[in-house]
């Protein structure tokens, strides 16, 4: 073993530890910019398949970039001038209406109702797990630090408006070289492993973020018009709201249920509303299930279902609702490490002492191409 090392390897591999302990380093020390650095790629994700849309249209790449990023901006922009101070003032106004109290309070009255019609259940059931569950969502200690490093990051929104376009725009134009100057970082050995990772899982994190931002839109525009014609005074702030609540699989819909029959109580202070609330967020859901998710998620996050179930609540225990919307993200890019390394294994030999070449045999390199 010691025979194969040489003066070589041992720079390599000096540099790429040197390298991975420069980006932890600069992550923990500058936060923000590390959270800007991840912004502008989530962007460069989604905006990606334009630009490269334009440039097959025979348009320049930098030039397409740039109408691609303005336009963006523009709507940014009118979005933060015309939209968000009235749905900012509707959710002030519903915040103050929902807080732990009033939610007890209103569980207590269904309650009531409930047992009305139906005597078989117990006495302080709902009442009680809703104030539970209450007690739980309002409890931020867990997420404290990372939601103060939120707030702190938007704080300065000079800083962030001209740093995230800025490297959005580059990793658009060169996304490509700074791949591969990273890349050159790598061990021969594990090279082809670890450029066939990284691809995947841009490819399957840049589908997965499309997805949701696809489905999350037409989910909260289809529940924001049901509302309205149910009735409700705060269709568009619940409407957004359950747009947003959708990027969590399973529980999404249902914040969206609880929320506009919460909302609907306290506008109306009966349960006038409650039905036709009901059935015009199960409309949304029923387009998200039936239509959107067999159109939009065919292969966006290729996980089962029960795992899915247990990765979302594994994410709300670690970190509450921040927890469940970065917990897909995040097990798919383990998924396809596992995934990818265990191919290595078996077909690449790229652990195994005295293997001469990373080729596969012919077998397997059938294997490989058609792996997901």
């Not at 404290?144 to 800025?166: E, K, Y």
Request: charged fraction near 10%; aromatic fraction near 10%.
């Amino acid at each position: 073993m010691l025979k194969n090392l040489t003066l070589e390897k041992i720079v390599k591999t000096a540099l790429f530890i040197a390298g991975v302990a420069l980006v932890f380093m600069v992550v923990y020390n500058y936060f923000n910019l590390a959270i800007y650095a991840l912004i502008a790629l989530f962007f460069s994700y989604l905006l990606d398949p334009i630009v490269n849309r334009m440039q097959a249209a025979g348009i320049e790449r930098t030039f397409g970039i740039t109408i691609t990023l303005t336009t963006v901006l523009l709507l940014i922009i009118w979005i933060s001038t015309s939209v968000i101070p009235i749905v900012a003032n509707r959710m002030a106004v519903l915040t103050r209406q929902l807080h732990a109290e009033n939610l007890i309070m209103i569980a207590n009255q269904i309650e009531i109702h409930l047992r009305s019609n139906f005597d078989f259940i117990p006495t302080g059931y709902l009442t009680d797990n809703v104030a539970v569950f209450v007690e739980d969502l309002f409890d931020f200690g867990r997420v404290s630090d990372i939601v103060g490093d939120l707030i702190g990051i938007f704080t300065n929104l000079f800083a962030a408006f001209l740093v995230i376009p800025f490297a959005t725009f580059f990793f658009l134009k060169d996304g490509h070289k700074i791949r591969r100057d990273i890349l050159q970082l790598v061990p021969n050995k594990y090279f082809e492993t670890t450029l066939s990772l990284v691809d995947k899982i841009e490819t399957r994190l840049g589908r997965y973020f499309r997805s949701v931002l696809l489905q999350c839109t037409i989910v909260g525009i289809v529940s924001w018009l049901a509302l309205s014609v149910a009735g409700l005074n705060n269709a568009g702030t619940v409407g957004i709201t359950i747009g947003i609540a959708n990027s969590i699989p399973y529980f999404g819909p249902i914040i969206g249920y609880l929320l506009s029959i919460v909302v609907s109580i306290i506008e109306t202070g009966d349960f006038s509303l409650v039905i036709p609330c009901i059935l015009a967020v199960m409309v949304a859901q029923i387009l998200d299930n039936v239509v959107l998710q067999p159109l939009i998620f065919s292969k966006s996050a290729d996980i089962h279902p029960v795992a899915i179930l247990f990765i979302i609540m594994i994410g709300a225990q670690t970190a509450g609702i921040l927890g469940m919307l970065v917990a897909i993200p995040i097990a798919t890019i383990i998924k396809i490490t596992i995934n990818q390394v265990s191919w290595s294994f078996s077909n690449y030999h790229v652990f195994r002492a005295g293997s001469g070449t990373n080729k596969p045999t012919s077998s397997s390199s059938q294997q490989y191409t058609g792996m997901d």
